[in-house]
């Protein structure tokens, strides 16, 4: 799976490293993922410029569900991609915002509908 901040402060705005690992009781993983590595020069020392794209592999089983917690804020526009062999590959993406604010998830371009909350799940 891709992601990536789309905010304007995607280069500036440090959220690394931010921790992936499936919902289960019974597994120790943790994945610390860190953003791209810094390619700018200025002369002197790195631009300190890092573009928060992340490459995070996981097992997009269906239904599977994968909490991805970031050191900083969570950006406000965030896209995913998720790239596989298997044409049933998904996951749920829990991402624990520091704010009520509501949010919309877009599927090219339309907003795909919340769905009721589940206490079972």
Same mark, same amino acid.
């Given at each position: 799976?891709?992601?990536? +901040?789309?905010?304007? %402060?995607?280069?500036?705005?440090? &959220?690394?490293?931010?921790?992936? #690992?499936?919902?289960?009781?019974?597994?120790?993983?943790?994945?610390?993922?860190?953003?791209?590595?810094?390619?700018?020069?200025?002369?002197?020392?790195?631009?300190?410029?890092?573009?928060?794209?992340? +490459?995070?592999?996981? %097992?997009?089983?269906?239904?599977? &569900?994968?909490?991805?917690?970031? #050191?900083?804020?969570?950006?406000?526009?965030?896209?995913?991609?998720?790239?596989?062999?298997?044409?049933?590959?998904?996951?749920?993406?829990?991402?624990?915002?520091?704010?009520?604010?509501?949010?919309?998830?877009?599927?090219? %371009?339309?907003?795909?509908?919340?769905?009721?909350?589940?206490?079972?799940?």
């Amino acid at each position: 799976m891709m992601l990536e +901040s789309g905010d304007d %402060d995607t280069e500036d705005r440090n &959220i690394a490293p931010i921790y992936v #690992s499936p919902n289960l009781a019974e597994t120790k993983i943790a994945n610390k993922v860190n953003s791209m590595m810094d390619h700018m020069w200025d002369g002197f020392y790195h631009g300190q410029i890092h573009l928060s794209r992340f +490459s995070i592999l996981m %097992d997009a089983t269906p239904k599977s &569900i994968w909490n991805v917690t970031m #050191s900083g804020t969570p950006p406000k526009n965030l896209l995913f991609k998720l790239t596989s062999l298997s044409k049933t590959a998904s996951a749920i993406i829990r991402i624990p915002y520091p704010g009520a604010e509501s949010r919309s998830v877009l599927k090219d %371009d339309k907003i795909i509908e919340y769905n009721q909350w589940n206490e079972t799940l």
